[in-house]
């Protein structure tokens, strides 16, 4: 059973973000801020459903970021991929040192 | 940089999925998805800015989110979730 506050991504780390990508005189309706909860929640349950299907094909068990990467190559979200590979990256590195 | 979005959350929303539910998360799958997640409220947020600008508002609405999803086919997939006959001011 998954409890209803855990179905979306908080609304105050939402609207953080929102507000950081804005200049300050730019205001938020609350209906804009739950309006873009939603649809940030759908992003990750697209990805992980397009990385959850190749796993299963390829009858693997564990969803990996490669996976995720292949994913956002799939659906079209090529533009997010070079800081987020870079990212991917500096993660594998540090905990090769751990 | 700091991550804004809570990564424990982001693997009960993917566990979600049916399939993942039966599936194992390697730890840096909600890291990369924390990481995509900011782009695209960084992005939509703009977008939707923009157009409110263009209606001199400085206040963006709900009608300016689903303006910026009309507007990026990056962003189709979100069709479903805010419906394009909503009402645009």
Known sequence: ?98 | KKLELPLARIKKIMKIDELATNQMISSESPLILAVAAEFLVEEMTLRAWIHANQHRRKTIQKSDVAASIAGCEMFDFLIDIVPRDEPVK
């Open chain 1, 1 to 98: 059973v998954i409890l209803e506050q855990d179905r979306f991504m908080p609304i105050a780390n939402i609207s953080r973000i929102m507000k950081a990508a804005l200049p300050p005189q730019a205001k938020l309706s609350k209906e804009s801020k739950e309006c873009v909860q939603e649809c940030v929640t759908e992003f990750l349950l697209f990805l992980t459903s397009e990385a959850s299907e190749k796993c299963n094909t390829e009858r693997r068990k564990t969803i990996t970021g490669d996976d995720l990467v292949f994913a956002m190559e799939q659906l079209g979200f090529d533009t997010y991929l070079p800081p987020i590979k870079a990212f991917q990256k500096r993660f594998k590195e540090a905990n090769k040192i751990d």
